[in-house]
């Protein structure tokens, strides 16, 4: 089993910065790939980036690239989304992801079906 707990959404102005946080629990941390997924009202939850259990490789969905970055620090259980630039169309529940089954290796990073474990979200705001 593993836990996944988001913070550090809030409502922010365009062109603003926020960092999420997402800690970890439950299993050891560095066995397992991250994701972070967003969700907007009447809109299905979408790939934002991926990191894989040491961080040695990332992926990004084309609208964030450049803008946002994804890291973790296996030491803190934790994995980070820092955003930058944002967007009115950045607006969503934000969600951490674990993979602890490879099922990337199968289904692709970017499927949300690839992911055994959710967090319960955190929301993010940008005003134009």
């Known amino acids: 089993q593993v836990q996944l707990v988001e913070s550090g959404g809030g409502l922010v102005q365009a062109g603003g910065s926020l960092r999420l946080s997402c800690a970890a629990s439950?299993?050891?941390?560095?066995?397992?790939?991250m994701a972070w997924f967003r969700q907007a009202p009447g809109k299905e939850r979408e790939f934002v980036t991926s990191?894989?259990?040491?961080?040695?490789?990332?992926y990004y969905a084309d609208s964030v690239k450049g803008r946002f970055t994804i890291s973790r620090d296996n030491a803190k259980n934790t994995v980070y989304l820092q955003m930058n630039s944002l967007k009115p169309e950045d607006t969503a529940g934000y969600y951490c992801?674990?993979?602890?089954?490879?099922?990337?290796?199968?289904?692709?990073?970017?499927?949300?079906?690839?992911?055994?474990?959710w967090g319960q979200g955190t929301q993010v705001t940008v005003s134009s």
């Open positions: 990191i894989s259990r040491i961080g040695s490789t990332t």
């Open positions: 992801a674990a993979d602890t089954s490879s099922l990337r290796l199968r289904l692709g990073v970017r499927d949300v079906n690839a992911y055994d474990y």
């Open positions: 439950g299993r050891t941390f560095s066995s397992y790939a």
